[in-house]
């Protein structure tokens, strides 16, 4: 009878059994495959909680978004760099496509980063902090991005422009993070 009540942790395990190839890797091995792991499937999986910088990821590729975004930035290329509307648009476009392209995987990361930061000061995940840091780190992603595509692609000058890229982004990511319009 003592043998049918045994305690589950009592078992031994035979981890090649469960983990097949992988039961040899070490605690620093599974954590980065665990980290690949998170950061390549898709951010639009719907959880009973949230994550901050997932949330904006998610939102981040909504339709209303990237229009948003678009006019948004073309209104402030046509203004500050005062270049002919077509221009603008190119320039705007091609600075969203690799800013989308590249975000997927910045904006998780600075959330990670940002996880970090806050670790000492004991706020958690869910609070106004965390998401305030949150918006602003994946603003300044998209303000480094896209400034870069400013300067190697169009040959502008990203010192000279990261004020006006900062104040339209944070227009475009605040609609992005703040605003859970789903259509």
Not at 122 to 149: K, R
Request: glycine letters at 4%; hydrophobic letters at 60%.
């Amino acid at each position: 009878m003592e043998d049918a009540h045994r305690n589950l942790l009592d078992i031994e395990v035979d981890e090649k059994q469960i983990f097949g190839k992988f039961a040899p890797m070490n605690n620093v091995s599974l954590k980065l495959l665990l980290l690949l792991l998170l950061i390549i499937l898709p951010f639009s999986a719907k959880a009973n909680m949230i994550w901050p910088s997932v949330y904006i990821i998610n939102q981040y590729y909504s339709w209303y978004v990237i229009l948003f975004g678009l006019v948004v930035e073309f209104i402030a290329i046509k203004l500050f760099l005062k270049v002919e509307w077509r221009k603008s648009a190119l320039i705007a476009i091609s600075m969203n496509l690799i800013s989308a392209l590249t975000g997927i995987f910045l904006i998780p990361i600075s959330g990670i980063i940002v996880e970090f930061l806050t670790l000492p000061f004991g706020s958690g995940t869910f609070q106004l902090s965390h998401w305030i840091l949150d918006y602003i780190a994946a603003v300044l992603c998209n303000v480094i991005i896209e400034g870069l595509v400013l300067k190697f692609i169009f040959k502008y000058t990203f010192k000279k422009n990261f004020w006006w890229l900062f104040g339209a982004n944070s227009i475009s990511v605040l609609v992005c993070a703040f605003i859970p319009i789903k259509m």
